[in-house]
């Protein structure tokens, strides 16, 4: 085959992949475009999130959200777990630091506290206030 004919042959396989792409991307658009937009309200700069089905979980700044202590220890430096369930569009406020570590499995919420973070509480009963200590938010 001529050279001509290869850059050829190459022009339009990248112009079949490009009109492809933007062709998958307009379906998208039109097949996920068609819902609605929530804005939860809270800020979510700390960039820790994850998402399963109808759940979505993330930090929220005290400290950007208007210097707010949104876990009761009496601070407004943490950040603290929100729950957002878009099937039934509420926010939950679980109250505890969201310190190290997140994950979803259906209604379950595991994350990690730092008992630093959350007054200075000894979670784990080893006599100080030092770790990271797992829990368990059940959605419902």
């Known amino acids: 085959m001529p ?24 379906l998208l658009q039109q097949a996920y475009g068609q819902g609605t937009t929530t804005n939860v309200g809270l800020d979510i700069s700390s960039g820790i999130f994850t998402i399963d089905g109808n759940l979505i979980a993330f930090g929220v700044s005290e400290f950007n959200q208007g210097s707010t202590d949104l876990n009761g220890d009496g601070d407004a430096n943490d950040g603290v777990l929100h729950v957002f369930n878009a099937r039934t569009g509420t926010t939950t406020n679980v109250g505890l630091d969201l310190c190290c570590g997140i994950g979803i499995d259906g209604n379950l919420i595991a994350f990690g506290v730092s008992e630093f973070n959350q007054g200075n509480t000894d979670f784990n009963g080893d006599g100080d206030a030092n770790d990271g200590v797992l829990h368990v938010f059940v959605s419902r």
């Open 3 to 26: 050279s001509e004919d290869k850059s050829l042959v190459a022009t339009v396989i990248v112009v079949v992949i490009i009109t492809s792409i933007f062709s998958s991307a307009t």
